[in-house]
C-alpha cells in the first residue's frame, strides 16, 4: 500500500509573525555601550587637572604678583618684538632659500640635485647652537673677503669685522638652518601634486612658470602648510637659542632680570606665557591659510 503524506499546513498570521514586536524596529530595545573604563579614565584625569589647577593659584612659590609686574614690562615687550623679528626674518629668507633648494633637488641636473642635498645634509646635521656661533665669529674665521677673478687677483675687498652683527648672525644662521628643512617640507608637497597634470599643461602648451605658479604650487601648498607651519612655530621657539650670542630676545631678557632680581620662576613663567600666546596666534593663522587653500576640496 502506497504512503501517502500531507501538505504541511500553512502556519498562521501569528506564528509568521514572530514574537511581539520582532518586526516592529520601533518596538526593539536598544542597550547602548557601556564604557565604564572611559568614565574612571575621564574622573582621574579631571582630578589631576584640578589638582594642578588649585596648585597654580594656592601656592605662593608661583609669585603671580611678580609675574604680573614684568608681563608687560617695557624690556620684555622690547624683548617680544626681537623675537618676532628673528623669527619673521628667519622664516622668510629660510623659505626663500629652501624653495630655491627642493626645485634644485627636482632638477634633471645630477650636479644641482647633489648640491641641494649636500646643503640639506650639512645643516640639517650640524646643531644649531654650533651654526650660530659660527656665523657670530665670522671675523675669526676670514679677517678680509676679496672679490674678483676666482682663484686670482682680487678687485677690491675689505674687512669682515664689524660686517656681522650679533643680530645679523643670529638672522643668517637661523634662516640656513631653516632652509634645510623647508627644501624638504616643499619638495614633499611638490611631489605629492599628480604628474598627469602636468603632462596635461604641458599638452596644452601652458608655460613651464605659468604651470607652477597656477596648477603646481596652490596644490602642494594643502600638503606644505601644515609641515610649513611647524616649522614656523619650532624656529619662533628655537630663538631663545640665540641667548647664547648675548641678543636681547624674549628668554635672555628674561634671564638677565631675574638674574638681578632672583625671582626665577616667575620670570621662566612671564617667557612661558608669551611663548604660549604667540604661538597660539600662529596656530589661528595657520587654521586661516589652511582653509583658504583647501577651498573647494572635500574629505
Known amino acids: 500500500m502506497p504512503l501517502t503524506t500531507e501538505p504541511p499546513a500553512e502556519k498562521t498570521a501569528t506564528e509568521r509573525a514572530g514574537p511581539p514586536g520582532a518586526g516592529d524596529p520601533v518596538a526593539l530595545k536598544v542597550v547602548p555601550v557601556r ?11 579631571a582630578v589631576l587637572i584640578a589638582q594642578f589647577a588649585h596648585g ?3 601656592n605662593p612659590a608661583w609669585e603671580w604678583e611678580v609675574f604680573a609686574q614684568f608681563f608687560t614690562a617695557q624690556t620684555v615687550l622690547k624683548a617680544v618684538g626681537v623675537t618676532l623679528q628673528l623669527t619673521v626674518y628667519g622664516t622668510a629668507l629660510g623659505f626663500a632659500l629652501g624653495i630655491v633648494l627642493a626645485f634644485m633637488r627636482l632638477s634633471a641636473s645630477p650636479f644641482l640635485r647633489w648640491v641641494a642635498l649636500g646643503y640639506i645634509w650639512a645643516f640639517r646635521s650640524i ?7 659660527f656665523w657670530f665669529n665670522l671675523a675669526y674665521l676670514y679677517k678680509r673677503l676679496d672679490f674678483g677673478i676666482p682663484f686670482g687677483p682680487g678687485i677690491f675687498s675689505f ?8 643680530l645679523g648672525a643670529a638672522v643668517l644662521g637661523l634662516a640656513l638652518h631653516q632652509a634645510a628643512y623647508a627644501a624638504e617640507i616643499v619638495r614633499g608637497g611638490v611631489l605629492a601634486v599628480d604628474g598627469g597634470q602636468l603632462e596635461a599643461a604641458a599638452a596644452l ?11 603646481v604650487l596652490p596644490q602642494a601648498m594643502r600638503s606644505i602648510l601644515p609641515n610649513a607651519a611647524n616649522e614656523v612655530i619650532s624656529l619662533f621657539k628655537g630663538t631663545s637659542i640665540v641667548s647664547v650670542m648675548a641678543i636681547g630676545e624674549l628668554f635672555y631678557q628674561v634671564q638677565v632680570i631675574y638674574g638681578r632680581n632672583g ?4 620670570l621662566l613663567m612671564v617667557a612661558t606665557a608669551w611663548y604660549i600666546l604667540l604661538t597660539s596666534a600662529l596656530s589661528v593663522l595657520q587654521h586661516y591659510v589652511e582653509r583658504h587653500f583647501a577651498k573647494g576640496m572635500t574629505r
Not at 159 to 166: I, N, Q, S
Open 35 to 45: 564604557h565604564p573604563w572611559r568614565w574612571v579614565a575621564i574622573a582621574v584625569t
Open 56 to 58: 597654580l593659584i594656592t
Open 127 to 133: 646643531p644649531l647652537i654650533v651654526q650660530l656661533l
Open 159 to 166: 674687512e669682515t669685522m664689524g660686517l656681522v652683527g650679533a
Open 205 to 215: 602648451g601652458i608655460p613651464r612658470l605659468r604651470q607652477l605658479r597656477r596648477i
Open 263 to 266: 625671582r626665577v620662576v616667575p
